[in-house]
T-cell receptor
Framework: DTAVSQTPKYLVTQMGNDKSIKCEQNLGHDTMYWYKQDSKKFLKIMFSYNNKELIINETVPNRFSPKSPDKAHLNLHINSLELGDSAVYFC???????????????FGDGTRLSIL | GDSVTQMEGPVTLSEEAFLTINCTYT??????LFWYVQYPGEGLQLLLKATKADDKGSNKGFEATYRKETTSFHLEKGSVQVSDSAVYFC????????????FGTGTRLTVIP
Protein backbone atom coordinates (compact mmCIF):
# COMPACT_ATOMS: atom_id res chain seq x y z
CA ASP A 1 0.00 0.00 0.00
CA THR A 2 1.28 3.43 -0.91
CA ALA A 3 1.96 5.47 2.21
CA VAL A 4 1.81 8.96 0.69
CA SER A 5 0.05 9.25 -2.64
CA GLN A 6 -0.28 12.28 -4.87
CA THR A 7 -2.40 12.82 -7.94
CA PRO A 8 -1.86 13.56 -10.69
CA LYS A 9 1.69 12.42 -11.36
CA TYR A 10 1.97 14.73 -14.38
CA LEU A 11 0.13 17.97 -14.99
CA VAL A 12 0.58 19.97 -18.18
CA THR A 13 -1.50 23.09 -18.51
CA GLN A 14 -1.52 26.60 -19.87
CA MET A 15 -0.62 29.85 -18.17
CA GLY A 16 -3.51 31.46 -16.37
CA ASN A 17 -5.33 28.21 -15.57
CA ASP A 18 -6.28 27.02 -12.08
CA LYS A 19 -5.28 23.51 -11.01
CA SER A 20 -5.27 21.30 -7.93
CA ILE A 21 -2.96 18.56 -6.70
CA LYS A 22 -4.25 16.05 -4.19
CA CYS A 23 -2.35 14.26 -1.46
CA GLU A 24 -3.36 11.51 0.89
CA GLN A 25 -1.42 9.59 3.53
CA ASN A 26 -2.36 6.38 5.31
CA LEU A 27 0.38 6.46 7.94
CA GLY A 28 -1.74 8.02 10.65
CA HIS A 29 0.55 11.06 10.77
CA ASP A 30 -0.73 14.34 12.11
CA THR A 31 1.54 16.58 10.04
CA MET A 32 1.65 17.03 6.28
CA TYR A 33 3.79 19.21 4.03
CA TRP A 34 4.09 20.58 0.52
CA TYR A 35 7.51 21.11 -1.04
CA LYS A 36 8.53 22.61 -4.36
CA GLN A 37 11.56 21.17 -6.15
CA ASP A 38 13.08 23.29 -8.90
CA SER A 39 15.01 22.15 -11.95
CA LYS A 40 18.24 22.11 -9.95
CA LYS A 41 16.66 19.70 -7.44
CA PHE A 42 16.59 22.31 -4.67
CA LEU A 43 13.80 21.51 -2.20
CA LYS A 44 11.84 24.33 -0.65
CA ILE A 45 9.12 23.89 1.93
CA MET A 46 5.89 25.72 1.08
CA PHE A 47 3.34 24.74 3.70
CA SER A 48 2.89 22.51 6.69
CA TYR A 49 -0.32 21.46 8.38
CA ASN A 50 -0.63 19.81 11.76
CA ASN A 51 -3.96 18.11 12.37
CA LYS A 52 -5.69 20.26 9.75
CA GLU A 53 -4.19 23.52 11.04
CA LEU A 54 -1.65 25.58 9.13
CA ILE A 55 1.65 25.79 11.01
CA ILE A 56 4.12 26.83 8.31
CA ASN A 57 3.44 29.20 5.46
CA GLU A 58 6.69 30.16 3.82
CA THR A 59 6.98 33.02 1.39
CA VAL A 60 4.74 31.62 -1.28
CA PRO A 61 2.49 33.65 -3.60
CA ASN A 62 -1.10 33.74 -2.39
CA ARG A 63 -2.09 32.07 -5.66
CA PHE A 64 -1.13 28.88 -3.81
CA SER A 65 -3.71 27.76 -1.30
CA PRO A 66 -3.51 24.55 0.70
CA LYS A 67 -6.64 22.82 1.94
CA SER A 68 -6.76 20.10 4.56
CA PRO A 69 -10.22 18.53 4.83
CA ASP A 70 -8.92 16.03 7.39
CA LYS A 71 -5.56 15.07 8.79
CA ALA A 72 -5.00 12.40 6.13
CA HIS A 73 -5.37 14.83 3.22
CA LEU A 74 -3.58 17.99 2.17
CA ASN A 75 -4.48 19.36 -1.24
CA LEU A 76 -2.77 22.20 -3.07
CA HIS A 77 -4.75 24.56 -5.25
CA ILE A 78 -2.95 26.95 -7.58
CA ASN A 79 -4.68 29.89 -9.22
CA SER A 80 -3.56 31.79 -12.32
CA LEU A 81 -0.64 29.53 -13.09
CA GLU A 82 2.58 31.19 -14.24
CA LEU A 83 5.59 29.88 -16.14
CA GLY A 84 7.70 30.00 -12.98
CA ASP A 85 5.36 27.55 -11.29
CA SER A 86 6.78 24.76 -13.43
CA ALA A 87 8.43 22.39 -10.96
CA VAL A 88 7.93 19.12 -9.16
CA TYR A 89 5.69 19.39 -6.11
CA PHE A 90 6.09 16.87 -3.32
CA CYS A 91 3.73 16.05 -0.53
CA UNK A 92 5.12 14.56 2.68
CA UNK A 93 3.93 13.52 6.12
CA UNK A 94 5.45 12.88 9.53
CA UNK A 95 4.60 12.80 13.21
CA UNK A 96 4.11 16.33 14.52
CA UNK A 97 7.00 18.59 15.54
CA UNK A 98 8.18 17.78 19.01
CA UNK A 99 7.26 14.11 18.71
CA UNK A 100 9.93 11.61 17.82
CA UNK A 101 12.43 13.65 15.77
CA UNK A 102 14.00 10.36 14.72
CA UNK A 103 10.96 9.60 12.59
CA UNK A 104 11.64 10.74 9.01
CA UNK A 105 9.26 12.49 6.70
CA UNK A 106 7.63 10.20 4.16
CA PHE A 107 7.31 11.57 0.64
CA GLY A 108 4.96 11.04 -2.22
CA ASP A 109 6.30 10.42 -5.72
CA GLY A 110 5.80 14.01 -6.79
CA THR A 111 3.62 15.87 -9.28
CA ARG A 112 5.45 17.21 -12.31
CA LEU A 113 3.78 20.49 -13.24
CA SER A 114 4.61 21.99 -16.63
CA ILE A 115 3.19 25.33 -17.69
CA LEU A 116 2.95 26.01 -21.40
CA GLY B 1 19.75 29.31 12.37
CA ASP B 2 19.67 25.59 11.74
CA SER B 3 21.01 24.45 8.40
CA VAL B 4 22.63 21.67 6.43
CA THR B 5 25.50 22.11 4.01
CA GLN B 6 26.35 19.34 1.63
CA MET B 7 28.93 18.83 -1.03
CA GLU B 8 28.26 20.46 -4.34
CA GLY B 9 27.72 18.14 -7.23
CA PRO B 10 27.54 16.65 -9.63
CA VAL B 11 29.71 13.68 -8.73
CA THR B 12 30.65 11.18 -11.43
CA LEU B 13 32.28 7.89 -10.51
CA SER B 14 33.13 4.65 -12.22
CA GLU B 15 31.42 1.49 -11.07
CA GLU B 16 33.04 -0.02 -7.95
CA ALA B 17 34.66 3.27 -6.93
CA PHE B 18 34.49 4.56 -3.35
CA LEU B 19 31.92 7.25 -2.64
CA THR B 20 31.94 10.05 -0.10
CA ILE B 21 29.37 12.83 -0.05
CA ASN B 22 30.11 15.37 2.66
CA CYS B 23 27.43 16.81 4.88
CA THR B 24 27.85 19.21 7.79
CA TYR B 25 25.16 20.76 9.90
CA THR B 26 24.49 23.70 12.17
CA UNK B 27 21.92 23.21 14.86
CA UNK B 28 21.26 23.86 18.51
CA UNK B 29 20.42 20.88 20.64
CA UNK B 30 20.54 17.32 19.42
CA UNK B 31 19.02 16.86 15.98
CA UNK B 32 18.38 13.61 14.18
CA LEU B 33 20.21 13.28 10.88
CA PHE B 34 19.04 11.66 7.66
CA TRP B 35 20.13 10.82 4.18
CA TYR B 36 17.42 10.68 1.55
CA VAL B 37 17.84 9.39 -1.99
CA GLN B 38 15.87 10.46 -5.04
CA TYR B 39 16.10 8.15 -8.05
CA PRO B 40 15.28 9.63 -11.47
CA GLY B 41 11.59 10.38 -11.81
CA GLU B 42 10.77 9.36 -8.24
CA GLY B 43 10.16 10.96 -4.87
CA LEU B 44 12.54 11.09 -1.93
CA GLN B 45 13.12 7.89 0.00
CA LEU B 46 14.79 7.57 3.34
CA LEU B 47 18.17 5.91 2.88
CA LEU B 48 19.47 5.90 6.45
CA LYS B 49 19.33 7.85 9.67
CA ALA B 50 21.08 8.41 12.99
CA THR B 51 19.43 9.90 16.04
CA LYS B 52 22.30 10.52 18.42
CA ALA B 53 26.02 11.19 18.49
CA ASP B 54 28.25 8.30 17.34
CA ASP B 55 25.30 6.40 15.87
CA LYS B 56 25.99 4.85 12.51
CA GLY B 57 23.17 4.56 10.02
CA SER B 58 23.50 1.98 7.25
CA ASN B 59 21.44 0.66 4.38
CA LYS B 60 22.12 -0.88 0.93
CA GLY B 61 25.87 -0.66 1.51
CA PHE B 62 25.73 3.03 2.41
CA GLU B 63 26.90 4.26 5.81
CA ALA B 64 27.02 7.53 7.68
CA THR B 65 28.19 8.27 11.23
CA TYR B 66 26.78 11.07 13.36
CA ARG B 67 29.85 13.03 14.48
CA LYS B 68 28.94 15.70 16.98
CA GLU B 69 32.50 16.94 17.42
CA THR B 70 32.77 17.81 13.71
CA THR B 71 29.00 18.35 13.19
CA SER B 72 29.15 16.01 10.23
CA PHE B 73 27.19 13.13 8.73
CA HIS B 74 29.16 12.13 5.64
CA LEU B 75 27.69 9.47 3.36
CA GLU B 76 30.00 6.66 2.22
CA LYS B 77 29.82 3.54 0.12
CA GLY B 78 32.70 1.25 -0.59
CA SER B 79 31.76 0.19 -4.10
CA VAL B 80 29.12 2.07 -6.07
CA GLN B 81 26.94 0.56 -8.77
CA VAL B 82 25.24 2.10 -11.79
CA SER B 83 21.94 1.67 -9.95
CA ASP B 84 23.16 4.08 -7.24
CA SER B 85 22.90 6.98 -9.70
CA ALA B 86 20.52 9.40 -8.00
CA VAL B 87 20.35 12.67 -6.09
CA TYR B 88 21.26 12.40 -2.40
CA PHE B 89 19.95 14.80 0.23
CA CYS B 90 21.28 15.27 3.72
CA UNK B 91 18.71 16.49 6.26
CA UNK B 92 18.34 17.23 9.93
CA UNK B 93 15.24 17.15 12.08
CA UNK B 94 14.82 18.66 15.48
CA UNK B 95 12.23 17.95 18.08
CA UNK B 96 11.10 21.52 18.40
CA UNK B 97 9.91 24.31 16.14
CA UNK B 98 7.21 24.29 13.52
CA UNK B 99 9.68 23.97 10.64
CA UNK B 100 11.96 21.40 12.14
CA UNK B 101 13.23 19.58 9.05
CA UNK B 102 16.08 21.13 7.06
CA PHE B 103 17.41 19.76 3.77
CA GLY B 104 20.73 20.25 2.07
CA THR B 105 20.78 21.27 -1.57
CA GLY B 106 21.23 17.73 -2.87
CA THR B 107 24.18 16.07 -4.61
CA ARG B 108 23.69 14.35 -7.94
CA LEU B 109 25.69 11.13 -8.31
CA THR B 110 26.23 9.49 -11.68
CA VAL B 111 27.92 6.09 -11.80
CA ILE B 112 29.27 5.01 -15.16
CA PRO B 113 29.98 1.39 -16.14
Amino acid sequence: DTAVSQTPKYLVTQMGNDKSIKCEQNLGHDTMYWYKQDSKKFLKIMFSYNNKELIINETVPNRFSPKSPDKAHLNLHINSLELGDSAVYFCASSPPPGENPGEPQHFGDGTRLSIL
Amino acid sequence: GDSVTQMEGPVTLSEEAFLTINCTYTATGYPSLFWYVQYPGEGLQLLLKATKADDKGSNKGFEATYRKETTSFHLEKGSVQVSDSAVYFCALRKGTGANNLFFGTGTRLTVIP
